[in-house]
């Protein structure tokens, strides 16, 4: 079952193995949120509550946040996504988790696709 409680407990868990510790991450992490990570985390608690509970407590856009990060690549969604698969399994149940990687699997397609496939846009990323 999803819980707030959960949530957090994900959430902190996740962005603990790409904070400095892991070089495969953090690099990218850190120039992206230089200085306080709470209220990234606050920001994200909020976004995993609206996806998996739909509360509708994020009010963001998270295509228009990721634009603007420098040194975003399409390559790093794999990374995210194998860590974030491996907090999952470590946390949750097998029913649970799936949910979870399953969603997460959606949001990060649908990230790239916004980010990278801009057929229209001059000087689009890819």
Known sequence: ???????????DAFYDKVRPRRRTCA???CGAIPGDWEPHLARMYAFWSSVMLTTGRYKGNPVVKHL???GIQPHLFERWLALFNET???????GVSE???AKAARIAESLKLALFYR????????
Do not use: Y
Request: contains cysteine; negative net charge.
């Open 27 to 29: 690099d990218f992490f």
């Open 88 to 94: 999952c399994g470590e946390l949750f149940d097998d």
């Open 119 to 126: 057929p229209t846009a001059r000087g689009h990323r890819r």
């Open 1 to 11: 079952m999803f819980s707030e409680d959960g949530i957090r407990q994900l959430v």
């Open 99 to 101: 949910e979870f990687r």
């Open 68 to 70: 603007v990060i420098p």
